[in-house]
């Protein structure tokens, strides 16, 4: 099934303006889940999951995702809401997409 819209990385926010990234709190096949705060809060207040796009088959993979965590967001007071989508270039000039979401306190969401 195709996604229904295209990421498009250059038109995205840039993540390094309004979060921190803090210590790394997981991993998987695509990227790192970092806990992360926001500069006007300063509060704990999210996760972000970093991959770095790397091939058309990692694009798609963020496409299916993407719109897995929008249709799904603030459907249940028991999933973490999707705060939103970002863009960035790590310090190897990759392009990377953050996926920001609430943070689970209890722990990674496959283990609740």
Partial sequence: ????????????????????????????????????????????????????????EVSSELENELNILRKISKQDENLPDFIGIFGDYDSSKSARIWFIMELCHLGPITLL
């Fill in 1 to 56: 099934m195709a996604a229904s819209s295209t990421i498009e990385h250059d038109k995205l926010p840039n993540p390094n303006l309004d979060w921190i990234l803090l210590d790394k709190i997981g991993e998987g096949t695509y990227g790192q889940v970092y806990r992360i705060k926001s500069k006007e809060s300063n509060e704990n207040t999210a996760a972000a999951k970093i991959i770095r796009i790397e091939n058309d």
